[in-house]
């Protein structure tokens, strides 16, 4: 134990500042008691000030102990989950009261479960980190930080060593230098029959017609059969049987590349006995050369006069709205989409979700062809179709439109509340209410009653002038009660009849089944009378299908049924867009050409078309052909890498059948619409190391001018971003990116330098967490962390707080102690110069003395005894003068003390004849000695109250 100094430098002032006050005070020679003691308080509160600014502290050796138990949580490491729990809980039970203890977990990055305490309340573990990876090293960086200073310090480390991220014995290194000893406690989570995927390869390119070959690894611990199963994309492409043997396993297949495009091949093996499968996957990607592969989406599945014009140029895959890719993966093997007059609720939302991302991040082409179930007709209003194709599906700036009376007729009962697919169908019926506010004119007209047992008006029917107020009522519905359909209708059906506008239609929306009924005959006879149409919506298999189709055709309107709620929203849209009948021009008329475009090269003479489907312009699109109207018939723009094309008319029906030459026309827009591929001028390649991504870029020699690159890039789950590649070398560019989930991720090549044109689209793998890959002991891995970390391998939990740790001095800081006696010493200081010394400890003891209760106080007293006995002293000294002064022989009576002392002016008492020249001579003497008396009583009687 010892004292020690924070700022040593500032001892030296004390001698400084001792010299200066005794300077000071012999200066002011005053020797008296009060002054020497002022100087010695002075001298403590100075010495205790200088000390307190020095930083004085007491050191002592701390015995203490702060662990931090660190568990691994990881995948290949959590069915030792309970042990580890019951090691940590044994080990607290352990520690001296003293002790502190703090428990974190880690996988892929570290939780704290339980901060740093004396007193932890540990049962079991709480904090789950992502468990795909072990990242020790970073875990040991998070123990270092909770330990507390002031003590000796430890961590535990929990583990079965099977590190994949970091570099965990640099990291106990590093905590061994800051005194910081690290203990591991090995966990065997012992082998478990496993047959994985080690790896799927196959060539990047191969040309079309030719036969892809696939090898696969697969690693097995136990021998047995096992199934192959070999995917393109999410279609099954074969199934083999194979026989493993332990250790590993390769086997070769192969398939044919019919078509050009990205093939994105999975494997999956499945064994009897395999306790582990989600390493039962392997991902691999490879590029078939050939013609342009377009994928042409349309409700009929033969062949067509259409797709066989297409066929002559270019590989066309027709599909049907449920067969369609829904990953950008799926549709990276397509260089174009054709969408030929399909509504949006019969396709997949993550379809038209990929679509958008591909045309936009990979420079897939896009043509949507119209016709009565396409564009805002079509419920394509505020899709991501809408988002990337050139025109607005709504009608922006038209005054001629006729007015709309719109009624919106809701279930809100209990069971809107959601369906088989997790959609809150409630919420999904107020955004389609939302999307049809907003499709509305401001001189239409719209009205939403909510229906359950009562009815309820949300927004009575009035014109749309405050959309915002209307469709924050709309959101205000919730779900609750039955089913009650006739009043809610027949209420909105008088309601609509007042209506003065020149279209009234009633939409129906409903997943169940009416309470009661009505005659909804005459019902919708008096809707026919007063011109208003009725269209249903059936949600889910419980609505009632016949009583809605039935409605429907009574109310001259449509029926839907949807089984999927999110198709609400675009139902509401298509059907809102038809009823006003703007949307639908069925006139005919000659298209005029409005701007030059490669697509009219050699067309000659436009025939007139039937109708089209009205929409808007964008500001930015190029309107190559537009209706009598105004209105684009053929608009095309650029949307980020990948060009789109609108056809607002229809493809080979009845409004472009008059164009004979219509095949021609077609193929140049989806020619105009595919990308412009440059992969022989680069060499491009990809890896990834942990959850990072790597993409390269050279380029020929010829063409080792400054360039600037980026890649756009696709993950599994539709996660996108943006790489910007970073010259490294002559003609040499990288980038990273993050790799954070297993399949393909797919990006495209942007040359930046050269108006962002799209070069080469590539594809990395990432096959499963490696977690589920490693079969190595990480033994060998816990042995060397623990020598790097001071440590040992723990077998005991009470070795957790070993008195083995290296001794620790703690130190106590003592200056703000010094500091409040220093300003106690100081109004001290204060008093002892301004009073006396003897009065002051006269008047100490006088306060502290203790006296009985109703008694006077002695000090006063004694006061009164001194104020008598001068009064006394000054009465004898004035008799004394009158004795003196009277003439002789004369009679000296006694005379009251006060008549004495107040003789008339004039009338003082005769003097002595004797005394006469004594008193002329030696007046001066007289009053010498007189006054000399009085100065002498005064003395005396300040002498006695010293005493």
């Avoid at 107020?430 to 239409?444: G, H, N």
Wanted: glycine share 8%; charged share 25%; proline share 5%.
């Amino acid at each position: 134990m010892a004292i020690s100094f924070d700022h040593v430098w500032v001892l030296p002032l004390l001698p400084l500042v001792w010299a200066v006050l005794y300077y000071l005070w012999k200066k002011s020679q005053v020797n008296m008691g009060s002054a020497k003691l002022s100087l010695i308080l002075r001298y403590i509160i100075v010495s205790l000030i200088v000390l307190a600014l020095a930083g004085v502290s007491w050191n002592f050796i701390v015995s203490r102990q702060a662990v931090t138990f660190l568990a691994d949580l990881s995948d290949s490491n959590k069915g030792a989950v309970p042990r580890m729990e019951q090691f940590i809980r044994d080990a607290t039970d352990a520690k001296d009261t003293d002790d502190q203890t703090a428990v974190a977990t880690f996988g892929e990055v570290p939780l704290v479960d339980i901060p740093m305490s004396s007193e932890p309340l540990f049962d079991t573990i709480q904090a789950i980190p992502d468990s795909n990876y072990t990242n020790i090293g970073q875990a040991l960086q998070l123990a270092a930080a909770l330990s507390s200073e002031g003590f000796r310090k430890r961590v535990v480390l929990l583990s079965d060593g099977k590190e994949n991220l970091g570099d965990a014995v640099e990291a106990a290194s590093l905590l061994k230098k800051r005194g910081i000893r690290v203990d591991i406690v090995p966990v065997q989570t012992g082998e478990v029959q496993d047959a994985r995927i080690d790896k799927l390869t196959v060539p990047e390119v191969v040309r079309a017609g030719e036969r892809i070959p696939l090898t696969v690894s697969i690693g097995s611990n136990f021998e047995g059969a096992a199934e192959i199963y070999i995917y393109r994309d999410r279609t099954l492409a074969g199934k083999e049987t194979v026989q493993l043997d332990k250790g590993e396993n390769q086997f070769l297949f192969s398939r044919v590349a019919e078509e050009s495009g990205f093939y994105p091949f999975r494997v999956e093996v499945h064994a009897a006995g395999d306790k582990e499968s989600r390493n039962n996957s392997g991902y691999a990607l490879t590029r078939v050369t050939g013609p342009p592969r377009v994928l042409m989406v349309s409700s009929q599945s033969g062949e067509s006069a259409l797709m066989a014009a297409l066929s002559q140029q270019f590989q066309v895959d027709i599909r049907l709205p449920g067969a369609v890719p829904q990953t950008e993966a799926g549709l990276a093997g397509y260089d174009g989409i054709i969408l030929d007059n399909i509504p949006a609720f019969d396709l997949p939302a993550a379809f038209l979700d990929a679509i958008k991302v591909s045309v936009r991040d990979l420079g897939t082409g896009l043509v949507m062809l119209g016709g009565k179930n396409s564009f805002g007709v079509g419920g394509y209003y505020r899709t991501p179709i809408e988002e990337a194709l050139p025109v607005h599906m709504d009608l922006r700036g038209k005054k001629e439109l006729p007015s709309l009376g719109l009624m919106l007729v809701i279930d809100k009962s209990g069971s809107m509340g959601g369906d088989q697919y997790g959609n809150a169908k409630m919420e999904l019926a107020k955004e389609a209410a939302i999307r049809s506010t907003q499709i509305l004119m401001p001189k239409d007209q719209v009205g939403v009653y909510a229906f359950d047992d009562s009815v309820y008006p949300v927004v009575e029917l009035g014109p749309v002038t405050d959309a915002r107020k209307i469709q924050q009522r709309i959101a205000s519905i919730g779900a609750n009660g039955g089913t009650n359909i006739y009043p809610a209708l027949a209420l909105a059906m008088e309601k609509l009849a007042e209506a003065e506008t020149k279209l009234k239609h009633i939409i129906l929306l409903t997943d169940g089944r009416s309470a009661t009924g009505g005659s909804y005959q005459a019902l919708t006879d008096r809707m026919k009378e007063k011109n208003i149409t009725l269209t249903t919506v059936a949600v889910g298999n419980d609505a009632d299908a016949q009583l809605l189709s039935t409605l429907a055709e009574w109310g001259q309107g449509r029926y839907y049924f949807t089984a999927d709620a999110a198709s609400i929203p675009k139902i509401f849209t298509k059907e809102t867009m038809l009823v006003s009948r703007s949307y639908l021009i069925e006139e005919r008329f000659t298209p005029r050409v409005t701007a030059l475009s490669p697509i009219m090269e050699g067309i000659e003479g436009l025939p007139e078309l039937g109708g089209y489907v009205a929409a808007s312009a964008k500001q930015t699109a190029t309107v190559v052909l537009s209706s009598h109207k105004q209105d684009p018939v053929l608009a095309t723009w650029q949307f980020g890498l990948g060009r789109s094309l609108a056809w607002t008319s229809d493809a080979g029906g009845p409004w472009s059948k008059a164009w004979s030459d219509f095949d021609n026309i077609l193929a140049k827009m989806v020619a105009w619409t595919l990308p412009r591929h440059h992969e022989s001028d680069l060499l491009v390649n990809t890896d990834f190391s942990g959850e990072e991504g790597m993409v390269s870029v050279d380029t020929p020699r010829q063409l080792l001018t400054s360039k600037a690159f980026s890649a756009n890039f696709i993950g599994p789950r539709g996660d996108e971003g943006e790489v910007e590649l970073n010259q490294v070398g002559p003609g040499q560019y990288r980038g990273n990116f993050p790799v954070s989930q297993s399949g393909v991720y797919l990006l495209k090549v942007v040359d930046k330098s050269d108006d962002g044109q799209a070069l080469s689209t590539v594809g990395l793998v990432v096959p499963y967490s490696p977690e589920y890959g490693q079969t190595t002991d990480g033994r060998g891995i816990l042995e060397a962390v623990a020598s790097a970390g001071g440590g040992t391998l723990l077998s005991l939990p009470e070795a957790a707080f070993a008195d083995n740790l290296p001794p620790v001095s703690g130190r106590y800081p003592l200056w703000p102690y010094l500091l409040a006696v220093a300003a106690v010493l100081w109004p001290i200081d204060i008093a002892v110069r301004r009073l006396t010394l003897d009065g002051l400890l006269k008047r100490l003891v006088g306060f502290f003395k203790a006296k009985p209760a109703g008694v006077p106080e002695t000090g006063n007293i004694e006061i009164l005894s001194r104020l008598k006995m001068n009064k006394d002293r000054v009465r004898e000294e004035q008799k004394r003068w009158s004795e003196d002064n009277a003439p002789d022989g004369a009679v000296r009576p006694m005379k009251d003390t006060k008549a004495e002392t107040e003789i008339p002016t004039g009338k003082r008492p005769p003097e002595h004849p004797r005394r006469v020249n004594e008193t002329a001579d030696n007046k001066s003497t007289n009053d010498n000695s007189y006054t000399s008396r009085l100065l002498d009583a005064k003395r005396r009687a300040h002498d006695g109250d010293k005493r």
